[in-house]
């Protein structure tokens, strides 16, 4: 009975801690990642069936100078691709994304990311930045505080859709707080766009409670359109796959830890992951 009551202490005393989260704590620091990301979409016509792919590889270096403003911290980003790869095959960097590599940006303790110097008209809570937002306050293990982003769609008929969700506290190890997120949003179909849609983000971090940075983590946006005309009806009867008409585009990010001796190589540390996978069923 001693040993239950004592794991019950120490139960206790564990999810009712506060922890305060912010980014870029102390010292100025360099932290280095080896990321992979991948883009899969797919529209599904009666008259064809198209699918792109794009899979980048490589290795990104995050400074932080903590030049502190009343705005944040001043950080510097570098991505080198180590890998391109189109619909599977390996080609040339294109021009867009040559242009995305390299540039400074601002960070907000609480707010993350708030600018960057390639493009002016950033916005942290547009979807597609996928930016870590952190509670104001000290929080408990469990603690869940709501934030809200948008997508800009046209195939759905809207400027501005907003997701709606959570972030979440799901434990602490040490100086390491896993922090999870999961927001979606639903889009009715209309005569004019006649599919139904489904926006979701995921996310889960390590996240460093002394460096205020992520250390590791895997993200993951979904946007699925399905249409609901009596033409798609017909064709998903006449399909064996289940195939629906409509759209999908996937983007997905892995971001895993390096050392700098790797990174100066290029060669990518050994990793196992130390959370669960995101659930991704529907």
């Given at each position: 009975m001693r040993h239950i009551c004592l794991v019950l202490v120490l139960v206790f005393q564990g999810y009712s801690?506060?922890?305060l989260l912010k980014f870029a704590q102390n010292t100025p620091h360099t932290t280095y990642y080896y990321v992979m990301s991948k883009v899969d979409a797919n529209l599904v016509l009666p008259e064809q069936i198209r699918s792109y792919q794009e899979d980048v590889a490589g290795v990104l270096r995050d400074q932080y100078f903590l030049e502190a403003d009343a705005s944040g911290f001043n950080a510097h980003r570098l991505f080198t691709v180590e890998e391109y790869l189109l619909n599977g095959k390996k080609v040339d960097i294109p021009e867009y994304l040559s242009s995305l590599l390299d540039y400074?940006?601002?960070v907000h303790q609480n707010r993350g990311v708030v600018k960057k110097s390639i493009n002016p008209d950033f916005d942290p809570l547009d979807v597609m930045e996928m930016n870590l937002v952190l509670p104001e306050k000290k929080i408990k293990i469990g603690s869940q505080w709501a934030s809200e982003y948008w997508a800009s769609l046209p195939i759905a008929g809207s400027d501005r859709i907003k997701l709606e969700g959570n972030w979440q506290l799901k434990e602490v190890n040490g100086d390491v707080a896993?922090?999870?997120?999961?927001?979606?949003?639903?889009v009715a179909a209309t005569k004019a766009m006649p599919y139904a849609g489904l926006l979701r983000f995921m996310a889960q971090h390590m996240f460093s409670l002394s460096k205020g940075v992520i250390l590791e983590g895997k993200q993951s946006l979904d946007f699925r359109y399905e249409s609901?005309?009596?033409?798609?009806?017909?064709?998903?009867?006449?399909?064996?796959?289940?195939t629906r008409l409509g759209?999908?585009?996937?983007?997905?990010?892995d971001i895993r830890p390096m050392?700098?001796?790797?990174?100066v190589l290029r060669i990518p540390a050994e990793y196992a992951p130390v959370y669960a996978?995101?659930?991704d069923t529907e």
């Amino acid at each position: 009975m001693r040993h239950i009551c004592l794991v019950l202490v120490l139960v206790f005393q564990g999810y009712s801690e506060e922890y305060l989260l912010k980014f870029a704590q102390n010292t100025p620091h360099t932290t280095y990642y080896y990321v992979m990301s991948k883009v899969d979409a797919n529209l599904v016509l009666p008259e064809q069936i198209r699918s792109y792919q794009e899979d980048v590889a490589g290795v990104l270096r995050d400074q932080y100078f903590l030049e502190a403003d009343a705005s944040g911290f001043n950080a510097h980003r570098l991505f080198t691709v180590e890998e391109y790869l189109l619909n599977g095959k390996k080609v040339d960097i294109p021009e867009y994304l040559s242009s995305l590599l390299d540039y400074n940006y601002l960070v907000h303790q609480n707010r993350g990311v708030v600018k960057k110097s390639i493009n002016p008209d950033f916005d942290p809570l547009d979807v597609m930045e996928m930016n870590l937002v952190l509670p104001e306050k000290k929080i408990k293990i469990g603690s869940q505080w709501a934030s809200e982003y948008w997508a800009s769609l046209p195939i759905a008929g809207s400027d501005r859709i907003k997701l709606e969700g959570n972030w979440q506290l799901k434990e602490v190890n040490g100086d390491v707080a896993t922090i999870s997120g999961r927001f979606q949003a639903k889009v009715a179909a209309t005569k004019a766009m006649p599919y139904a849609g489904l926006l979701r983000f995921m996310a889960q971090h390590m996240f460093s409670l002394s460096k205020g940075v992520i250390l590791e983590g895997k993200q993951s946006l979904d946007f699925r359109y399905e249409s609901r005309t009596e033409l798609a009806r017909l064709y998903s009867k006449e399909v064996s796959d289940g195939t629906r008409l409509g759209y999908r585009l996937k983007f997905m990010a892995d971001i895993r830890p390096m050392t700098e001796a790797a990174a100066v190589l290029r060669i990518p540390a050994e990793y196992a992951p130390v959370y669960a996978p995101m659930d991704d069923t529907e």
